[in-house]
């Protein structure tokens, strides 16, 4: 399995809180993906890295931000939680851009 | 954005039976990935595949490549209880550093 980790696994916070959930990988692999994940709709796109410092945003990437800093974490943001953003969340890492590996994902419900 | 029209939806067959499911789009793809999502679990890439007409087979898992580069299909031989899950497939369009997903078959076997 390629080594991602995700944190928190699981979290409860209460509507117009900050919240950061972080993705580390150890497979040094360039390509880094945060996805959300919501009965009906699959897997959704929200940003994604291409190297330190490179984002890109996905579809659905409003009331979301992203950093990278190092290769190994990439870390997603909720400035101002709303319930709408209750989800499982994914990470994903990628060596070409292509086959990704996903991690263990993040349950994140906000009341 | 880009879509890709997997099916069936969902299937509910007998241990035993065969399965296939398939993903078509109107874009033209460079590399097909197929996943499995065990409930509470983040995907796993099952078999990927980069050329037109290619056939690969995982144990009993056989994944197509189709001529048009528009479409794929996952046959599974003699599903076993383990085979239950969300299937998904995905595809990379040329010089794209991200994929597009399907919407998934849920797989529900009856013993």
């Known amino acids: 399995d390629a080594g991602i980790t995700q944190s928190p696994r699981h979290k409860v916070t209460e509507t117009g809180t900050p919240v950061t959930l972080r993705c580390h990988q150890t497979?040094?692999?360039?390509?880094m993906y945060w996805y959300r994940q919501d009965p009906g709709h699959g897997l959704r796109l929200i940003h994604y890295?291409?190297?330190?410092?490179?984002?890109d945003k996905g579809e659905v990437s409003d009331g979301y931000s992203v950093s990278r800093s190092k290769t190994e974490d990439f870390l997603l943001t909720l400035e101002s939680a709303t319930s709408s953003q209750t989800s499982v969340y994914f990470c994903?890492?990628?060596?070409?851009?292509?086959?990704?590996?996903f991690g263990p994902g993040t349950r994140l419900t906000v009341t | 954005g880009q879509q890709l029209n997997q099916s069936p939806q969902s299937m509910f067959i007998q241990e035993g039976e065969d399965v296939s499911m398939n993903c078509t789009s109107s874009?033209?793809?460079?590399?097909w990935l197929w996943y499995k999502q065990d409930p509470g679990e983040g995907p796993v890439l099952l078999i990927a595949l980069y050329k037109a007409g290619e056939l690969t087979s995982n144990g009993r898992l056989t994944a197509q490549f189709g001529i048009t580069r528009k479409d794929s299909f996952l046959n599974i031989s003699a599903s076993i209880p383990s085979d239950v899950g969300i299937y998904f497939c995905a595809g990379q369009l040329q010089g794209a550093q991200k994929l597009v997903f399907g919407q998934g078959t849920r797989l529900t076997i009856n013993p």
């Open positions: 994903a890492i990628s060596e070409t851009g292509g086959e990704q590996y």
């Open positions: 874009s033209i793809f460079n590399t």
């Open positions: 497979e040094n692999h360039r390509y």
């Open positions: 890295s291409y190297g330190v410092k490179d984002t």
